[in-house]
């Protein structure tokens, strides 16, 4: 008894580690998918800037954030490998065991047909019973014979079931073999691709050291730039913590929204997708990540990111993350637009807009196109400036938007 729990176990163990692995590599191809959408709407991105000539300094940074993209495609693809090993390995398991269950099965049923065969006569069947020594004993052995009969029976459709699966398990195997080494040629022609990218982008990078004063200093007005939006966004935030702080009667607290029942409960569920929020764009790559980093042209100056950049294609549009109210429509001294959606106690930015949709008061859902980001011509590409704040508090968006 203690032999067949043990391997009921057993065999609740390998199949939930294998829907496990199973999972994971499909959240896995799912990444890889984007991570490859990405890189070619970052190429798209770089040949139109290569064909203006305008700006090598713009094209290195593009091919900075392709290259990224490229390492990341690689590391998705070895941990695809990683999962798809170990499941490999959960199946071989399954298969080895459903061999020695084979074998057990077929040497207990050849016992029984020898068994069966040197009592074949019906003769023998029959003085087997007649030979009892009242009715009760005849009944009994009656009910044996025709239980051993059904028993046999049941280990024939037994070994046909374990076959079948044995079969089953090996055509898994015979397929994930087949996808290894695709994986294996496919991560090998990635990292070649990788390598030829970055000699590219080393002779790019000395052909522009002698502008080297002239990068820092637009890497510096830049970033004055996106501090007085971000300030400007902030200031917003904190009126409008307190416009919504004092319609409820609460005009102490000046850094935290106090939210009616309806507030919180879409903070909640803002914050249940953490991690599974669409892209703010439809199509697009990911060209500045969150947080601090060095410069991808000089690297000895330090940025600080508040949120993050997505690039895309001309005419491309914003859209909501997630269903909300916007909160407010700020114009900047370019004439581009900042569209601030409230989530709850949760915001979302999208800066950059050239032409406006929505209104302040107006009710978003998810996916809700909120504007037209604003498409540079120098630059041959739209770049959306996403961030995610609760209350003040700035968040990494990259943790919040699925693959991303």
Same mark, same amino acid.
């Given at each position: 008894?203690?032999?067949?729990?043990?391997?009921?176990?057993?065999?609740?163990? %390998?199949?939930?580690?294998? $829907?496990?692995?199973?999972?994971?590599? =499909? =959240?896995?191809?799912?990444?890889?998918?984007?991570?490859?959408?990405?890189?070619?709407?970052?190429?798209?991105?770089?040949?139109?800037? =290569?064909?203006?000539?305008?700006? %090598?300094?713009?094209?290195?940074?593009?091919?900075?954030?392709?290259?990224?993209?490229?390492?990341?495609?690689?590391?998705?693809?070895?941990?695809?490998?990683?999962?798809? $090993?170990?499941?490999?390995?959960?199946?071989?398991?399954?298969?080895?065991?459903?061999?020695?269950? @084979?074998?057990? *099965?077929?040497?207990?049923?050849?016992?029984?047909?020898?068994?069966?065969?040197?009592?074949?006569?019906?003769?023998?069947?029959?003085?087997?019973?007649?030979?009892? #020594?009242?009715?009760?004993?005849?009944?009994?052995?009656?009910?044996?014979?025709?239980?051993?009969?059904?028993? =046999?029976?049941?280990?024939?459709?037994?070994?046909?079931?374990?076959?079948?699966?044995?079969?089953?398990?090996?055509?898994? @195997?015979?397929?994930?073999?087949?996808?290894?080494?695709?994986?294996?040629?496919?991560?090998?022609?990635?990292?070649?691709? *990788?390598?030829?990218?970055?000699?590219?982008?080393?002779?790019?990078?000395?052909?522009?050291?002698? #502008?080297?004063?002239?990068?820092?200093?637009?890497?510096?007005?830049?970033?004055?730039?996106?501090?007085?939006?971000?300030?400007?966004?902030?200031?917003?935030?904190?009126?409008?913590?307190?416009?919504?702080?004092?319609?409820?009667?609460?005009?102490?607290?000046?850094? +935290?929204?106090?939210?009616?029942?309806?507030?919180?409960? @879409?903070?909640?569920?803002?914050?249940?997708?953490?991690?599974?929020?669409?892209?703010?764009?439809?199509? $697009?790559? @990911? +060209?500045?990540?969150?947080?601090?980093?060095?410069?991808? *042209?000089?690297?000895?100056?330090?940025?600080?990111?508040?949120?993050?950049?997505?690039?895309?294609?001309?005419?491309?549009?914003?859209?909501?993350?997630?269903?909300?109210?916007?909160? #407010?429509?700020?114009?900047?001294?370019?004439?581009?637009?900042?569209?601030?959606?409230?989530? $709850?106690?949760?915001?979302?930015?999208?800066?950059?807009?050239?032409?406006?949709?929505?209104?302040?008061?107006?009710?978003?859902?998810?996916?809700?196109?909120?504007?037209?980001?604003?498409?540079?011509?120098?630059?041959?590409?739209?770049?959306?400036?996403?961030?995610?704040?609760?209350?003040?508090?700035?968040?990494?968006?990259?943790?919040?938007?699925?693959?991303?």
């Amino acid at each position: 008894m203690l032999k067949y729990i043990i391997l009921f176990f057993a065999l609740i163990t %390998v199949t939930t580690s294998f $829907g496990q692995e199973e999972e994971r590599q =499909r =959240r896995l191809e799912e990444q890889k998918a984007r991570l490859q959408e990405e890189i070619r709407e970052q190429e798209k991105l770089l040949q139109t800037q =290569r064909k203006k000539e305008k700006s %090598v300094v713009k094209v290195v940074e593009q091919q900075n954030v392709k290259i990224g993209l490229q390492q990341k495609l690689i590391r998705t693809t070895e941990k695809q490998k990683k999962v798809l $090993g170990n499941s490999m390995y959960i199946n071989q398991l399954e298969v080895n065991k459903l061999k020695k269950e @084979l074998i057990l *099965l077929k040497e207990d049923y050849a016992k029984n047909i020898v068994k069966s065969y040197k009592s074949r006569s019906e003769q023998s069947k029959a003085m087997f019973i007649l030979s009892s #020594d009242n009715f009760l004993q005849a009944y009994k052995r009656f009910q044996y014979m025709k239980q051993y009969s059904s028993f =046999r029976k049941v280990q024939g459709e037994q070994i046909k079931e374990k076959t079948k699966q044995l079969e089953l398990y090996n055509n898994k @195997l015979a397929v994930q073999k087949k996808e290894k080494e695709k994986l294996i040629a496919e991560s090998e022609q990635e990292k070649k691709a *990788l390598e030829i990218e970055r000699q590219e982008q080393q002779k790019l990078l000395k052909s522009i050291k002698k #502008d080297k004063n002239k990068i820092i200093a637009d890497i510096r007005k830049k970033q004055k730039e996106a501090r007085a939006i971000e300030r400007q966004i902030e200031r917003l935030i904190r009126e409008a913590i307190a416009a919504a702080n004092r319609k409820s009667g609460n005009t102490t607290n000046t850094t +935290t929204f106090v939210l009616t029942p309806e507030a919180k409960e @879409l903070a909640n569920d803002f914050k249940a997708n953490r991690g599974r929020l669409p892209w703010p764009v439809e199509k $697009g790559a @990911l +060209t500045k990540r969150f947080g601090r980093q060095p410069h991808p *042209l000089e690297p000895s100056i330090m940025i600080e990111s508040s949120g993050i950049e997505v690039s895309s294609e001309r005419g491309a549009k914003a859209r909501a993350v997630f269903n909300g109210e916007v909160s #407010d429509v700020q114009m900047a001294p370019n004439g581009t637009a900042t569209i601030m959606v409230r989530h $709850g106690d949760y915001t979302t930015t999208y800066s950059n807009i050239s032409k406006v949709y929505v209104n302040k008061g107006s009710k978003v859902t998810t996916k809700q196109v909120l504007g037209e980001i604003f498409y540079n011509q120098s630059a041959g590409r739209s770049v959306l400036k996403f961030l995610i704040y609760q209350n003040i508090t700035k968040l990494n968006p990259q943790v919040w938007i699925i693959n991303m």
